[in-house]
């Protein structure tokens, strides 16, 4: 399904999906398919049947997750929320929560005319570790992001990928994550926004 995916055969991939009929994954990669698909009922949907299945904590950040990437923001604080309510999630997940919480405000509010020129770091949880990032700002515009530290093992594409699309949306709003590293993605887009917003407090 993630293959078809990303051959944009979006209706095969939906099709596949509900041939499957059920996510052992351990990180409800179904929700975030469903989410990309544009259906976001039904990528909430699984994640609450994987939530009634014992695994609460990652159904529910790939349900906040995908509310956040439909642009649903009440209900991906909810689902955050959720996440560090559990009195039996692991600590990389409530990090997470955590992490995304603090930033969410920084993107509706991010106004780069009002940033100063300069290089700005900050950091913000990854699958591993913290991810730590820099970012330059040059005349109002971002015009380098890159990672300078991070403990990450795998999924080194989005390392690579994430910073160049920030500097080519001039944003940390409406990004696409590297499949299969949505994690390490929103790491790097959360900590740029993070630097950014940082920046603005303390020009």
């Not at 499957?20 to 351990?26: H, K, L, S």
């Not at 500097?167 to 590293?181: E, N, P």
Request: hydrophobic share 40%; proline share 3%.
């Amino acid at each position: 399904a993630e293959c078809y995916m990303k051959l944009g055969c979006k209706t095969a991939a939906a099709q596949l999906l509900n041939k499957v009929g059920r996510d052992d994954t351990a990180t409800a990669m179904s929700v975030k398919l469903w989410s990309e698909l544009g259906d976001l009922k039904t990528a909430l949907a699984w994640a609450e049947d994987i939530a009634d299945d014992g695994r609460e904590s990652p159904a529910y950040i790939a349900a906040a997750d995908a509310c956040r990437r439909a642009g649903d923001i009440p209900n991906a604080v909810l689902y955050y929320k959720k996440v560090l309510a559990l009195s039996n999630n692991n600590n990389r997940d409530r990090k997470r929560a955590q992490a995304t919480l603090d930033v969410i405000n920084l993107f509706d509010n991010l106004d780069l005319s009002k940033i100063p020129d300069g290089t700005f770091k900050a950091e913000s949880q990854g699958y591993v570790g913290p991810i730590e990032v820099a970012v330059t700002v040059a005349a109002h515009r971002i015009t380098n992001v890159e990672v300078t530290h991070h403990k990450e093992k795998q999924f080194y594409s989005s390392l690579v990928e994430v910073p160049p699309q920030i500097v080519a949306k001039q944003a940390v709003k409406g990004l696409d994550t590297t499949t299969g590293a949505t994690i390490t993605s929103e790491a790097i887009i959360n900590a740029s926004a993070k630097a950014l917003a940082g920046a603005k407090q303390n020009p």
